[in-house]
């Protein structure tokens, strides 16, 4: 079946416009996270629904930062006045159940801020 | 609160040599998942394993096994005989069943397999 898909697979965008990434979760699951990785580093968690809870915002590193989840499927990240500290791949990932069950992740989205 | 740590930042070896890749984590919580991704040139994070930390069996997988070891607080990565496919990022990360956390990852190890 279909893995994650994200997109666009990159973003080039000047600094103080809006973004939008998307995610498209493997079917049937109900988890879904939002990480971002910057050159060279680990991955940081930002955020993560889990089927029809309030998501937990609490890696979210400003409230330049949101998220959506519609329908239980797609899910939306938002950076609006982006800055070139945002710049990164921000990676897309989900399981069929809880925070404990296996993540599969998307191929990511580029972002540029220049 | 949870962490892992991979200590070795960069690994470069010669094609069919063995490699180890240590990972080693903190967690309050008994119950606990421990996984590794394998993250190649391409970018895509693959996923390798998953063990919960009941099970202290080692596993093998063709040239991948892993050693947990709960005394040590951690979950070593071996490839045996290793080949030029396998140089990628691996990252080790921890998910605590309780509170539906997310995983924690550590900062990878950067693998270099030389022809």
């Known amino acids: 079946g279909a893995g994650v898909s994200q997109s666009p697979s990159n973003k080039v965008t000047e600094k103080g416009k809006d973004v939008e990434l998307r995610c498209d979760p493997i079917?049937?699951?109900?988890?879904l996270y939002w990480y971002r990785q910057s050159l060279g580093q680990g991955l940081e968690f930002l955020i993560y629904?889990?089927?029809?809870?309030?998501?937990?915002k609490s890696g979210l590193p400003s409230d330049r930062f949101s998220a959506e989840r519609t329908g239980g499927s797609v899910s939306t990240l938002t950076i609006q006045r982006t800055q070139q500290e945002d710049s990164a791949v921000y990676l897309c990932?989900?399981?069929?159940?809880?925070?404990?069950?296996?993540?599969?992740f998307g191929p990511g989205t580029r972002l540029t801020v220049l | 609160a949870q962490k892992v740590t991979q200590a070795q930042t960069e690994i470069s070896v010669v094609e069919k040599e063995d490699v180890t890749l240590d990972c080693v984590y903190e967690t309050r919580d008994t119950t606990y998942y421990l996984f590794w991704y394998k993250q190649p040139p391409s970018g895509e994070l693959v996923f390798l394993i998953r063990?919960?930390?009941?099970?202290?069996q080692n596993e093998i997988s063709g040239r991948y096994s892993w050693n947990f070891q709960k005394s040590t607080s951690s979950f070593n990565f071996t490839i045996t005989a290793s080949q030029v496919v396998d140089s990628a990022v691996y990252f080790c990360?921890?998910?605590?069943?309780?509170?539906?956390?997310?995983?924690?990852f550590g900062k990878g190890t950067r693998l270099s397999v030389i022809a």
């Open positions: 990932a989900s399981s069929l159940l809880a925070g404990y069950d296996t993540q599969y």
């Open positions: 063990r919960n930390s009941f099970d202290e």
């Open positions: 079917s049937g699951h109900t988890a």
């Open positions: 990360a921890l998910s605590e069943a309780s509170g539906n956390t997310p995983l924690v």
């Open positions: 629904f889990q089927g029809n809870s309030a998501p937990d």
